[in-house]
């Protein structure tokens, strides 16, 4: 039997960036997220790991108000999904697994249709388009099409539209999928270092184990819509024995193996794989 309904609203507290009640969501006979609660404390970088169709995707449409839950509620950033959606979409950044820069505008002019799109005064502007092209590395780039750049420019380029606004909370989707080594250490340290200047909140799924120890303070493990365990990486890898790896803590929990996983048209076909699987 499931659990009752919970009440349609949350009650945020000033000690977590998200907080879910029973949050549910159910696709035909599929139920994707299974009455989850869970609390993110604000400044973590949090992980959520899973096999495909886990739910994971899921939780963070509905978190980002994407998709609506069919019971429960949320609170991000100090609004209800379900109270206040306009009030949560104000205070997020959201990296999906699809591109999301155009390819056929510059990096300049993709910040300036998101920074208006943020409400960001014309005043203010330029300077934060500025600051977002130095801190990501792409002012020499900035006036060149995106379909030149390589996919972690594109990435980089993604996540600077995603907090160009200055979020409380950024939700990241397989944040480094497709990425090479560089490429994914050079997201790694942009995201340590949003979290260090802006006190930002971050939430990411990944596959990547490396990524997980490397990035996340607090991890959660999804099976079948629902968090199996949740904690530290050295308390996850302590749980399952003296010598266990992260992927030992995966195959313990979520009973499989991690299956792993360039330019402009290769982010777009990587991703659009990865999204088709879930």
């Known amino acids: 039997m499931p659990p009752p309904s919970l009440p349609p609203t949350i009650e945020p507290t000033t000690e977590a960036a998200i907080q879910t009640r029973g949050l549910t969501r159910r696709f035909g006979p599929l139920t994707a997220v299974d009455h989850l609660t869970l609390g993110v404390a604000r400044g973590c970088i949090f992980g959520l790991l899973g096999s495909n169709g886990a739910g994971k995707t899921t939780l963070i449409k509905m978190l980002t108000t994407l998709l609506p839950p069919d019971e429960g509620d949320a609170a991000v950033a100090g609004a209800s999904i379900l109270g206040a959606p306009a009030e949560v ?6 990296v999906p697994q699809m591109l999301s820069a155009d390819g056929m505008l510059t990096g300049r002019e993709n910040l300036l249709f998101s920074a208006r799109l943020y409400g960001i005064g014309a005043s203010e502007r330029r300077a934060r388009i500025d600051e977002a092209l130095r801190t990501m590395g792409l002012e ?7 379909k030149t750049y390589s ?13 160009l606004h200055r979020p409380a909370v950024l939700f990241l989707d397989e944040p480094t999928i497709g990425l090479d080594p560089l490429a994914r250490h050079a997201v790694w340290a942009l995201l340590h270092r949003l979290r260090e200047e802006l006190d930002m909140t971050v939430l990411l799924t990944t596959h990547d ?11 959660a493990l999804m099976r079948a819509g629902r968090v199996v365990v949740d904690g530290r990486p050295a308390a996850l890898r ?8 992260l992927d030992d803590v995966f195959a313990h929990y979520c009973g499989g193996t991690i299956v792993p996983g360039g330019g402009f048209a290769e982010a ?11």
């Open 268 to 278: 777009r076909a990587t991703r659009r794989t990865a999204q088709r699987l879930g």
């Open 89 to 94: 979409r104000r205070r997020i950044g959201y």
């Open 140 to 146: 020499d780039a900035a006036d060149r099409l995106v």
């Open 209 to 219: 184990m490396e990524e997980a120890e490397a990035l996340c303070d607090e991890l």
């Open 151 to 163: 996919g972690g420019m594109i990435r980089r380029l993604e996540i600077a539209q995603a907090v």
């Open 238 to 245: 302590a749980s399952v024995g003296p010598e266990a790896t």
